[in-house]
């Protein structure tokens, strides 16, 4: 008998993986994509179950946690992420009388090229991502039991500023599996006090800008496009940062492109865009300098760091470019698998990957995700589970309301009912339950990726019920 039904599933799915894992570890990227269709049409073929048999499917498709063959047999690959470039940029700095950033020419540079990838109108370089993002809310005049709507899977700097404008964060649920705000979620979560939407374009991700600009328009709102994990990201064609009111970006070392720290904040707005700089140096003008109209704090960046930045900016689109298709390809490889949900991009827009997330269906695996995730490690796949522990509103600072020396003015004063404690957002506690986060890097090769796929799909096809 040659039909599926004369193996037992777990014989056939295992000799399907394994066909697959083989296969993608010998062969080009042409045969790994032979063999992975193969693999996931798979196994409803006699024929591929028959050859996976014949491939040793026994001995070859064992876990590599249960002593098996590991599905990645390719390095990661790897090397440095700056040279010559930075360096000429550095020396030419060294050679200039300051190193302060007002009119300094590698502060200059860098806005020039960031210009190229987020055409607005006015950009400033500050000293981090928090810093852009606090400028922008500043700038926005958020202030006082202000409320501001975005997104509590994210890194806290996209929010420090709001808290410390003494305006209030309100967090709102995220796609299943874009992991970007529900705009149903955010719309009902609008109140008279609300402000402002930080709109963070999670893992490089672009959010549903077009739908969120309307809402924002709607009710009055200032839209911020937090763009920290999305630079060279595109919404339907549009470089990110340019729909909404201002563009956050971030140069810290994990980032698509770093100094080390830094950050960038724009805005074509005419009411906006004129009162960066001041809100990113003390709050003074240094167009008409003397009088301190406004107060903020010192965020600047110095000629040194943008000198990097600069540099570092002629490697973008290659970067961005990289992470979208590798990225994209392990959407194709592992996409259709059971009990996986994968990283949802719109088809028009450009995701650039700061990490993979993916997510499993509890109920479709016998074993947890620590166990699946342990398995997909052990085959040489680059996962972890999850992102963030908490979101951002479980954090014991929110849950203690605990912000400035251990209390929060805001709610004190009677400013606002918000109680973090009481705080829900359903699919952002399964996401960060369920997700399962691939590395990717713009050094590692498609055929490295087609064995991270490989990898996971033996677990996967192993655990399923
Ligand atoms: C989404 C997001 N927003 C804001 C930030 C803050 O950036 P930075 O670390 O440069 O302050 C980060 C970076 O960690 C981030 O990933």
């Not at 179950?49 to 491939?55: D, F, T």
């Not at 993979?356 to 109920?363: A, G, H, Q």
């Amino acid at each position: 008998m040659n039909g599926p039904e004369s193996l037992s599933r777990r014989e056939f799915v295992a000799g399907a993986s394994s066909l697959l894992a083989a296969r993608a570890v010998a062969g080009s990227a042409a045969a790994a994509v032979a063999a992975n269709a193969a693999g996931s049409a798979a196994a409803n073929t006699a024929g591929a179950a028959g050859a996976a048999r014949a491939a040793g499917a026994d001995k070859a498709s064992a876990l590599a946690v249960h002593g098996g063959k590991k599905a990645v047999q390719r390095s990661a690959g790897g090397g440095p992420r700056w040279g010559d470039v930075e360096r000429r940029q550095l020396d030419e700095t060294l050679k200039q009388g300051s190193l302060f950033y007002w009119q300094g020419p590698q502060t200059q540079l860098l806005l020039e090229r960031v210009q190229k990838v987020c055409p607005v109108k006015y950009l400033h370089s500050c000293s981090s991502g928090t810093a852009a993002l606090h400028i922008a809310v500043a700038a926005a005049g958020i202030g006082l039991g202000d409320e501001v709507i975005t997104s509590p899977i994210t890194d806290l700097g996209t929010v420090i500023g709001v808290i410390y404008q003494q305006a209030v964060p309100v967090f709102a649920d995220l796609g299943a599996g874009t992991y970007n705000l529900d705009v149903a979620d955010v719309e009902r979560r609008i109140t008279p006090k609300t402000k402002a939407i930080i709109a963070v374009h999670l893992t490089g991700n672009p959010c549903d800008l077009d739908a969120l600009k309307a809402l924002a328009d709607r009710h009055k709102l200032i839209l911020i496009e937090d763009c920290a994990q999305a630079w060279g990201a595109r919404s339907r064609g549009r470089p990110i940062g340019t729909v909404g009111h201002f563009a956050c970006f971030s140069l810290q070392n994990s980032k698509h492109i770093t100094c080390g720290d830094g950050g960038v904040v724009g805005s074509s707005d005419e009411r906006f865009g004129p009162l960066l700089q001041k809100f990113g140096d003390k709050g003074g003008d240094r167009r008409k300098w003397g009088g301190h109209q406004a107060f903020a704090t010192n965020y600047r960046m110095s000629e040194l760091q943008a000198a990097v930045a600069a540099a570092q900016l002629t490697r973008l689109e290659a970067i961005a470019a990289k992470r979208a298709k590798l990225g994209n390809l392990l959407t194709e490889k592992i996409g259709k698998l059971p009990g996986i949900v994968p990283h949802q991009v719109h088809p028009d827009d450009r995701a650039v990957y700061w990490f993979y997330f993916f997510r499993m269906k509890p109920e479709a695996f016998r074993c947890g995700r620590s166990e699946l995730v342990k398995a997909m490690a052990a085959e040489g796949a680059p996962v972890s589970g999850g992102y963030i522990a908490v979101p951002l509103y479980g954090e014991p600072v929110f849950r203690n309301h605990a912000f400035f020396a251990g209390r929060w003015p805001v709610k004190e004063m009677g400013l606002t009912t918000m109680d973090f404690t009481k705080h829900k957002c359903p699919e952002v506690e399964a996401i960060l339950k369920t997700g399962i986060r691939v590395t990717i890097e713009e050094h590692m090769t498609e055929e490295y990726i087609l064995e991270v796929a490989a990898a996971i799909e033996k677990v996967v096809m192993h655990y399923a019920v």
